[in-house]
């Protein structure tokens, strides 16, 4: 990328043909350069080697090279302290008739932008990766730290059984642990260099791909050039990325949106993270999640905008992939903000757990009492084995017997208006006689927690067990 000498009109890499001016709107509706430019320097990281490579070829000297990696570095060197300006109207590189005449020979800008993109995405995606890590890592480090806190977790937004603060919190690690090797997968599967390619049908004069691929840090190479020139399935496939990763992120904040409202008040965001209201000094918004959620919507429309622009245009190169790249600067900022944003506003929360275990009501263990009368059965069927007639019917109370006579339980507490641990033996043995003298021992919410005890389950084994699996992910 070099620029037009004082006083001399550029020389443009297609004008040769045309003749005529070019209409001021169409020049403007044409520009991109104003998006380009932030390419800079994996455009000049890619020029040079590009130009090395063209050592080899014969069409560059030794002599000729060192004076155009010179003068690259000294393009990059002005750019990165703000002191190079494109002419307006530069479409990525205004070329002379001397030395830096012979850099674009055999390479086309279709070729170009597409490796420039590609090495943008790779760096800003070892970004993206490491604010997702570190929103693991605070989700990670709040699930040991609160692993004690009881609530109640909700199925269609009504309270359903009691578990661990902590399992609430390693369901959506679960879920971001799986855009992070979602997104591992992508970062690799991107890394592979179209440079070489040229325009459309390959380099005339035998430039050694594998060897640029080396120095720029590609893993491969894109082995069709139409392919190489045509492609934008790989900012579609980060976008894809992105939205899942925004779709979770928004649920995520609209969980903690509701449980940091005044009607739950299991959560308390941090002022830096939240704003009040012009009119209603008590308000305390929790502004920070629900641009989160908003933001996700911003994501998905990128994503789908993409789709819709080049999911009819023919093959290889055309003028509609100029749409994918702003959509794609756009995401990717928005998706850095969002995940930073994110793990300071959990970081700094403060969680009540009194008010979770408040929330809690003994209805939620009806579940748990079913289970208890089928446990009951297991038992006395060990006691006394069942005679032939039932020896294949397995052992215990068959769980939708146990479900209804629970329900049963859970009617009568609501006729009597009081909770299910305040109805005596008696009432508990009018319903079936198999409901024992312990059975008041079930309405025990540290019991219930516990006794999901298998591999996902929310007993305190099971919740560390899950933290030591996220662990692995993360340190790989």
């Known amino acids: 990328m070099t620029q037009s000498p004082k006083n001399q009109d550029p020389i443009r890499l297609w004008g040769g043909r045309f003749t005529g001016e070019i209409d001021p709107l169409m020049n403007q509706y044409n520009e991109s350069l104003s998006i380009d430019r932030l390419f800079y320097a994996q455009d000049i990281k890619g020029s040079i080697a590009y130009a090395r490579a063209n050592v080899k ?4 000297t030794q002599g000729e090279f060192e004076k155009l990696e010179g003068g690259l570095k000294k393009v990059q060197k002005e750019w990165e302290e703000g002191k190079f300006q494109p002419a307006p109207g530069d479409e990525g590189e205004i070329i002379g008739t001397n030395v830096a005449g012979k850099l674009h020979t055999g390479r086309s800008r279709n070729d170009q932008i597409a490796t420039d993109m590609r090495m943008w995405l790779r760096d800003e995606l070892i970004l993206v990766e490491e604010y997702l890590v570190d929103l693991l890592k605070v989700i990670a480090q709040r699930a040991k730290q609160d692993i004690d806190y009881i609530m109640p977790s909700y199925t269609h937004l009504q309270r359903a059984q009691p578990i661990r603060w902590s399992q609430w919190l390693l369901s959506y690690a679960t879920a971001f642990r799986s855009d992070l090797e979602r997104l591992r ?6 890394n592979k260099l179209p440079l070489g390619c040229g325009a459309v049908a390959g380099n005339a004069f035998g430039i050694d791909r ?33 939205s899942t990763i925004g779709s979770h992120l ?52 990128a994503m ?29 900022k928005t998706l850095k903000d969002s995940l930073q944003i994110a793990a300071r506003s959990l970081a700094t929360a403060t969680v009540y757990p009194e008010k979770m275990r408040a929330a809690l009501s003994p209805d939620m263990l009806a579940t748990d009492l079913a289970e208890y009368l089928v446990r009951k059965g297991q038992l006395l069927t060990c006691i006394t084995p069942p005679t032939f007639p039932f020896a294949d019917h397995g052992l215990g109370i068959p769980f939708r017997e146990t479900h209804h006579l629970a329900g049963k339980m859970v009617a009568l507490a609501e006729d009597e208006n009081k909770g299910m641990n305040q109805l005596s ?28 005890d298998t591999t996902g389950g929310t007993s305190r084994r099971a919740v560390l067990e899950q933290l030591e699996a996220l662990k692995k992910i993360l340190d790989a």
């Open 185 to 190: 997968f992508t970062k690799k599967n991107i």
């Open 210 to 242: 594998v060897q640029m691929a080396k120095e720029l840090g590609f893993e491969g190479l894109i082995m069709n050039s139409m392919s190489a020139v045509g492609d934008r399935d790989f900012v579609v496939e980060v976008l894809q990325c992105a």
């Open 250 to 301: 928004s649920r995520w904040s609209e969980d903690l949106i509701i449980y940091s409202s005044l009607e739950f008040g299991y959560i308390k965001l941090a002022d830096a993270y939240t704003t009040g209201s012009s009119l209603m000094p008590q308000k305390k918004n929790s502004d920070s999640l629900e641009l989160l959620r908003g933001k996700s919507g911003r994501i998905f429309g």
């Open 425 to 452: 033996i008696k009432q508990f043995q009018g319903v079936d006689k198999r409901f024992g003298d312990d059975v008041l021992d079930v309405f025990d919410y540290e019991r219930s927690v516990e006794l999901k």
């Open 57 to 60: 070829t014969g069409i560059l």
């Open 304 to 332: 789908t905008g993409l789709m819709m622009s080049i999911k009819g245009i023919p093959s290889t190169y055309n003028k509609d992939l100029q749409e994918s790249v702003q959509p794609m600067l756009d995401t990717v």
